[in-house]
C-alpha cells in the first residue's frame, strides 16, 4: 500500500483529471470570446456556432495539432447515446480535450493510474463513487442543511448596502468554500484554501492570471497534497463522516495510490466549487438579464425549485465532457476511430430546440428545465447533484426572505475557460426589505 505522504509530489504531471494539458493551449477561451482562435475551434466555443452546428453538421469533426482527432457531438440525443455506452465511449482517457491519447500513454499522463474516478470506467469508477456517495445522500444531507443555512443567512446578513460589491468574490466564492469546508471537515479559518486549489486546476496560465505558468500551480498544487496528506493521517486515528475519513477507511480507496488519491480528492473539490459557485453568480446574473422572470419569483417563491434548474440548463457550468472512442464504431453516420476523442457539448445540447422552446431565454416555469444534460447523463451522472440543488435553493430562500431586489451594475468578467462556463466578477447592489 501507498503511505499517505510519501509518493505525493514526486511527479505531479497527470495527477488531476487533465491538468496535463502539457503543452497546448487546448481550446483556450472564454466561451463568448475566441476571435484569435483557429477555425474550427472558436466555433466551439460560441453559442451561436454551436446552433450552426446542430443544423448543419451535429457531429461535427476536428483536428489539432496539440489535442489530436476530435468531435463535437451537439444535439442532446447524440451525447445520451454517447453517455449511454461507457464501453464504446470511455471515460479512462481524459474529460477534457487533451493531448493524443497514444502521446499521453507514452508520457505516462493520463489513464486510470493517476486519475479520478470521474476519468475511469465501470467498475472501478463505480467502486470509487460508491465510497463517498453517502456524504451527498439526502439523509446526509438533511443533516448538513441547518449548518448550510446558517452560513448562506451568515454571509447574506453580513453584505453591504448601498453599495457595489462582487457577488463573485462574496457570495459565491464564500458560500462555496464554506460548503466545502463542511463536507471535508476542513479546517474552517483555511477554507479559502480549498477555492485557491480549485481554481489553480483548471486555469490556463497567463501573465496577470489565476497562475501565470505550469511550474506555478504545480508548486501550489504540492501544497494541496502536503495539506491533505495530514488530513489524511489524521482522519485514519480519527474518522468522521467526513469525505477525507470516507476516503481513508472506503474499501475501494483505502488502498489507492497516492496519486489516485489526490486526483479523487481534487475531484471533489472543483466537482463542489466552480460548478456551484457559478450557478449562484448565474443565478443573479440571469434574472436580472430577464427581470420579468425575476418579478415572477419574488411574487411566487414557490417557483424556486424549478428556477434553480431552469438556471442550471441556461447556465451550463461546464460546457462539455470529453470522452474516447475505445474501438472504430458509427454515430449518427459518422465514422468514429478507435482512440478518438468526443467532446459531449452540454452547453449546446442545452440550448437544443428539439427539446426546449426559446432555449436562451430563461423561463423559470418551463415545464421541462430538469431534461438539462448539465450534470451529465449515464453512470457519470454528476455525483453531488442534489447538494447543488439543494444550496441554490436555501441561497435563494434566503434571499427572497431579506432582499427586496439584487440588482446587477455591470456586465460581468468570465471565466477564461472553454471547460468552466462561469463568472470571476459581478458587480453588484442590494436593497434590503
Ligand atoms: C451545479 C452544480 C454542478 C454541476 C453543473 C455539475 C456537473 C457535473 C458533470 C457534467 C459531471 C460529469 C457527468 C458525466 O460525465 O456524465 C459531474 C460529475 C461529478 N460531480 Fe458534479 N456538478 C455540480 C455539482 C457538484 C457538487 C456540489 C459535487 C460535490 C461533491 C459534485 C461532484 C461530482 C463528482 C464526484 C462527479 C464524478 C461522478 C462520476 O464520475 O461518477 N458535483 N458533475
Redesign the pocket.
Known amino acids: 500500500m501507498n503511505e499517505p505522504g510519501s509518493g505525493y509530489g514526486d511527479d505531479m504531471s497527470g495527477t488531476t483529471f487533465e491538468i496535463h494539458h502539457g503543452p497546448g493551449p487546448i481550446i483556450a477561451t472564454s466561451i463568448h470570446a475566441g476571435s484569435d482562435l483557429p477555425l474550427g475551434v472558436r466555433e466551439l466555443m460560441e453559442i451561436d456556432s454551436h446552433e450552426r452546428l446542430r443544423e448543419e453538421d451535429p457531429i461535427h469533426f476536428n483536428e489539432l495539432k496539440t489535442s489530436g482527432r476530435y468531435w463535437s457531438v451537439t444535439t442532446a440525443a447524440d451525447i445520451k447515446a454517447v453517455?449511454g455506452d461507457w464501453k464504446t465511449y470511455s471515460?479512462a482517457s481524459g474529460?477534457t480535450l487533451g493531448i493524443p491519447v497514444a502521446k499521453q500513454v507514452a508520457n505516462g499522463g493520463g489513464g486510470a493510474q493517476t486519475a479520478a474516478?470521474?476519468a475511469m470506467d465501470p467498475p472501478e469508477?463505480r467502486q470509487q463513487?460508491r465510497t463517498?456517495t453517502p456524504?451527498?445522500q439526502p439523509n446526509h444531507l438533511a443533516t448538513v442543511e441547518p449548518l448550510i443555512r446558517e452560513r448562506t443567512i451568515d454571509v447574506l446578513d453580513s453584505l453591504p448596502e448601498g453599495e457595489t460589491f462582487d457577488w463573485v468574490e462574496n457570495v459565491s466564492i464564500e458560500l462555496t468554500t464554506r460548503m466545502l469546508a463542511t463536507?471535508f471537515d476542513f479546517p474552517f479559518e483555511d477554507r479559502r484554501k480549498l477555492a485557491r486549489w480549485s481554481d489553480i486546476v483548471f486555469a490556463i496560465p497567463e501573465p496577470g492570471g489565476v497562475i501565470e505558468s505550469h511550474e506555478q500551480r504545480f508548486d501550489e498544487l504540492r501544497e494541496c497534497v502536503e495539506y491533505f496528506s495530514k488530513l489524511w493521517e489524521q482522519r485514519r486515528e480519527n474518522p468522521g463522516h467526513d469525505l477525507v475519513s470516507m476516503l481513508v477507511h472506503g474499501e475501494a480507496t483505502k488502498d489507492m495510490s497516492a496519486m489516485e488519491h489526490l486526483g479523487n480528492l481534487l475531484?471533489?473539490i472543483v466537482?463542489?466549487n466552480d460548478?456551484?459557485r457559478n450557478?449562484m453568480s448565474g443565478s443573479v446574473y440571469g434574472l436580472n438579464t430577464f427581470p420579468e422572470q425575476y418579478d415572477k419569483l419574488v411574487a411566487n417563491p414557490d417557483l424556486i425549485r424549478n428556477m434553480v434548474q431552469e438556471i442550471?440548463r441556461w447556465q451550463?457550468?461546464?460546457a462539455y465532457?470529453r470522452r474516447t472512442a475505445t474501438c472504430d464504431t458509427d454515430l449518427g453516420g459518422k465514422a468514429i476511430l478507435e482512440g478518438d476523442q468526443l467532446l459531449m457539448w452540454?452547453l449546446s445540447a442545452n440550448r437544443d430546440p428539439d427539446v426546449f422552446e426559446n432555449p436562451d431565454s430563461i423561463d423559470i416555469e418551463r415545464a421541462n428545465a430538469d431534461q438539462h444534460l448539465?450534470?451529465?447523463?449515464?453512470?457519470?451522472?454528476?455525483?453531488?447533484?442534489r447538494?447543488?440543488e439543494m444550496?441554490l435553493k436555501i441561497l435563494w430562500e434566503e434571499i427572497l426572505e431579506r432582499f427586496e431586489r439584487i440588482e446587477v451594475q455591470a456586465e460581468p468578467t468570465r471565466t477564461l475557460s472553454s471547460f468552466v462556463h462561469g463568472y470571476t466578477y459581478l458587480p453588484v447592489t442590494v436593497t434590503r426589505k
Open positions: 453517455e471515460s474529460i474516478f470521474i469508477q463513487r463517498v456524504a451527498v463536507l475531484l471533489l466537482g463542489g460548478t456551484t450557478t442550471i451550463t457550468p461546464l465532457m452540454y448539465s450534470f451529465g447523463y449515464g453512470v457519470h451522472r454528476c455525483m453531488g447533484l447538494l447543488a444550496q
